[in-house]
C-alpha cells in the first residue's frame, strides 16, 4: 500500500538548518510530484513546497523562497527539505503529500504522519 | 494572494444529522477540494474538482458549487466523520482554507 513517511525533524535554534526527508512506497515514486505543508500547533495547513515528478521544477511558498531548497532521489524514493535560517515562525509539523495524478501537480491523495520541527532559542 | 474563506469555524453536530460546511474563494477556480483530518493524522483527500468523490470515500459526503462558493455536504453524519475540515483549491499552488472543526453534541 502507498506510504509517506517522513524524518529528520527535531529543535533547532534560530538561524540553524535542518534537513527533512520523505521516504515513499508502493507506486511509482518517479511518476509523482511531491508537496511538503505545515501545520503549526493549533492552526491551519500552510502550503510549502512543491517538487515534480522529474525533479525538473520547484516551487516555494513566498515565507521560505530562498531558505528552503527541496531535491529528490529517485533510486532512494526519497524528496529532501533542506531548510537553512531557521525562524520561530517555521515551528511546525512538516507533511509530505504525494500527488493524486501522475505528473500532476493539484490534489495529494496521501499524506505522511508528519515530523516536527520546534525553531527556538 | 488567493484566499480561502470556511464557515463555520466549528460547528456541534450529532450522529445522523445533516451538516454543511462551505468555502468562499477570493478567486474563481474549479480547481477545488475537500479534506478531512484528524488528530495526529496527515489530512485525507474526501473530494476533488468540486464534486468528485476520492475512491473509498463513502457516498454520504458530497460537494457542490462553482466560480468562488463551494460546499461540503455530509449527509448523515457517523462518528467517525467528527474531524476538523479543510477546504483547497489550486492556481498556481495550493491554499488551504482555516478549517471546520466538526465536534459531536
Known amino acids: 500500500q502507498v506510504q509517506l513517511v517522513e524524518s529528520g525533524g527535531g529543535v533547532v535554534q534560530p538561524g540553524g538548518s535542518l534537513r527533512l526527508s520523505c521516504t515513499a512506497s508502493g507506486f511509482a515514486f518517479s511518476n509523482y510530484g511531491i508537496h511538503w505543508v505545515r501545520q503549526a500547533p493549533g492552526k491551519g495547513l500552510q502550503w510549502v513546497a512543491f517538487i515534480r515528478y522529474d525533479g525538473s521544477d520547484t516551487f516555494y511558498a513566498d515565507s521560505v523562497k530562498g531558505r528552503f531548497t527541496l531535491s529528490r532521489d529517485d533510486s532512494k524514493n526519497t524528496v529532501y527539505l533542506q531548510m537553512n535560517s531557521l525562524r520561530p515562525e517555521d515551528s511546525a509539523i512538516y507533511f509530505c503529500a504525494k500527488v493524486s495524478v501522475t505528473f500532476g501537480e493539484t490534489y495529494s491523495d496521501y499524506w505522511g504522519q508528519g515530523t516536527q520541527v520546534t525553531v527556538s532559542s | 494572494a488567493i484566499q480561502l474563506t470556511q464557515s463555520p469555524s466549528s460547528l456541534s453536530a450529532s450522529v445522523g444529522d445533516r451538516v454543511t460546511i462551505t468555502c468562499r474563494a477570493s478567486?474563481?477556480?474549479?480547481?477545488f477540494a475537500w479534506y478531512q483530518q484528524k488528530p495526529g493524522k496527515g489530512p485525507k483527500l474526501l473530494i476533488y474538482d468540486v464534486s468528485t468523490l476520492e475512491s473509498g470515500v463513502p457516498s454520504r459526503f458530497s460537494g457542490s458549487g462553482s466560480g468562488t462558493d463551494f460546499t461540503l455536504t455530509i449527509s448523515s453524519l457517523q462518528p467517525e466523520d467528527f474531524a476538523t475540515y479543510y477546504c483547497q483549491q489550486f492556481t498556481s499552488y495550493p491554499v488551504f482554507g482555516q478549517g471546520t472543526r466538526l465536534e459531536i453534541k
Open positions: 478567486q474563481d477556480s474549479s480547481t
